[in-house]
């Protein structure tokens, strides 16, 4: 034999091996289930205890301390000192979990683990930490650090992602301080309107939206137009978060997977009478404002339960009467309605009933209809068949119960769902409590979600 044959094999074996040799830390996703297990659960990819839940409590309970109201009660508005001092607690973990961070002109936040494919549309995790007044230390949260810890648990795993990994941050979705619910994901979905808005939206003490924000070390750059998405960025979007309703816990269910999250609306109405003494003007001669206000709050309430449907709600929040003395005849009125429901068609027939009986109590009290403001009509968001199917796929795999369900409460996933293929996890909360400071999700059920997370990230970043 020649020795340039030799040489030839030689090349052939090495080029041939190359081409096979695997880097042995990049699992595929059959050898990642096939992972050894100390729970008997052979499927089960992760230990019992390798949800560091200890640790994740411990970081639940420092961050709630980032609080401008006493403990048990949590406030964190957006762009105050505790909230800058949270996005440094964030920005920190993420920093240990080795993800690089980035932030964007208003403040959402992104930790990013490189895929083998770094070039591929990534897969996206997140929600809120904001919080708002006297409210509890679950909503958003669970959904910010379980997804570090999901991040933790899947480096301990050995798993190499091929598609990057992301967990966001996002900025404000509570509308607390601008009246803006979901600031930050409507903006990442390419709200050209609330762009323009924020140049020159104030809050109650006057102060700019600009201000605020440059305080806080963002809005460098006053084009907020540069913080909407890319199509192609994600691939897939992913949000855990508590329940915020009793359905989970009354039903000793484990997982919540959400298939809808119901369409949204807000309306502002203003009514002018013409006031007068409470005992001299004679009760012909009303024009009350402060009724007209009252009988539409009913006629809310009647249409939305014309409907039908179970789905459909519709609430009156905020009710306000001009001067506000005991004896005086309300001269002006102003009132908010929240309308939500599955179904986008019926609930904009909602809006438009409310709206005819806004104009006929106008005219039958003989009071001036100042404002009929729809503040926002959001279309709902349908989960994406993929992302639901891989957090069933999940569920199964860890053996843990679950229940398909809808989002009533909407969420930074409903802006997402315009980005990306959408899916949320749900974990049960003590009952149904949320935005008050008796909100508590147990342990072993954020640790269910963190679980269910990490696999259903492994498995659309290996898809
Ligand atoms: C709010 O601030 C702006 C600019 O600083 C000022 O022109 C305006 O008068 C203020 N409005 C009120 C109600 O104080
Ligand atoms: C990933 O999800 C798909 C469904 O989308 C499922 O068929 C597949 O079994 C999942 N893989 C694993 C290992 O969970």
Not at 58 to 86: G, M
Request: hydrophobic share 40%; proline share 4%.
């Amino acid at each position: 034999m020649g020795w340039q044959f030799v040489l030839i094999i030689c090349a052939c074996a090495y080029i041939c091996s190359a081409e096979n040799v695997v880097d042995p830390t990049i699992k595929t996703m059959e050898a990642f289930s096939g992972y050894l297990n100390v729970n008997g659960n052979e499927k089960d990819p992760f230990h019992s205890t390798m949800v560091d839940f200890v640790n994740l409590q411990k970081q639940i309970d420092q961050l709630s301390a980032f609080s401008d109201s006493p403990a048990p009660s949590v406030t964190r508005i957006l762009y105050s000192h505790n909230d800058v001092a949270a996005r440094r607690f964030i920005k920190d973990l993420m920093g240990r979990a080795g993800l690089s961070v980035r932030e964007d002109a208003v403040g959402n936040i992104f930790g990013r683990w490189e895929g083998s494919e770094p070039d591929a549309p990534a897969v996206a995790t997140g929600s809120h930490i904001d919080a708002i007044p006297y409210s509890g230390k679950y909503d958003g949260v669970v959904g910010v650090l379980g997804a570090i810890e999901a991040i933790n648990l899947l480096r301990r795993s050995g798993f190499r992602p091929k598609r990057s990994l992301e967990v966001i941050m996002f900025t404000s979705e509570e509308p607390t301080r601008y009246g803006i619910s979901c600031l930050g994901s409507r903006l990442l979905a390419g709200s050209v309107s609330l762009a323009k808005a924020l140049t020159q939206t104030v809050d109650n003490d006057n102060i700019s939206f600009l201000d605020a924000a440059k305080s806080a070390g963002y809005a460098k750059n006053e084009d907020f137009s540069n913080v909407f998405l890319d199509e192609k960025t994600y691939s897939a979007f992913v949000e855990l978060h508590i329940e915020q309703g009793p359905i989970l816990e009354n039903e000793g269910v484990s997982i919540g997977i959400v298939t809808a999250i119901a369409a949204p609306a807000s309306i502002k109405v203003d009514f002018g009478g013409n006031g007068g003494h409470a005992g001299a003007v004679l009760m012909p001669q009303r024009n009350d404002a402060g009724l007209a206000a009252a009988e539409l709050a009913l006629a809310v309430e009647k249409h939305v339960l014309e409907s039908g449907s179970i789905d459909t709600v519709g609430t009156v929040g905020i009710m306000e009467v001009h001067p506000g003395a005991i004896n005086s005849i309300p001269s002006k009125s102003h009132i908010e309605i929240d309308t939500r429901d599955i179904d986008e068609k019926r609930r904009n027939t909602v809006i438009e009933k409310i709206q005819e009986s806004a104009v006929s109590i106008s005219k039958r009290r003989g009071v001036e209809l100042l404002e009929f403001k729809i503040v926002n009509q959001d279309p709902p968001a349908l989960s994406d068949e993929s992302v639901v199917k891989a957090m069933e796929s999940a569920t199964q795999v860890l053996g843990l119960s679950h229940k398909k369900m809808i989002s009533r409460a909407y969420h930074d996933s409903l802006f997402m769902a315009r980005k990306a293929p959408m899916g949320m996890i749900f974990i049960p909360c003590y009952k149904g409590y949320s935005h008050k400071p008796e909100e508590y999700a147990s342990p072993e059920d954020i640790a269910n979600g963190v679980k269910v997370l990490a696999l259903t990230l492994t498995n659309l970043s290996l898809n």
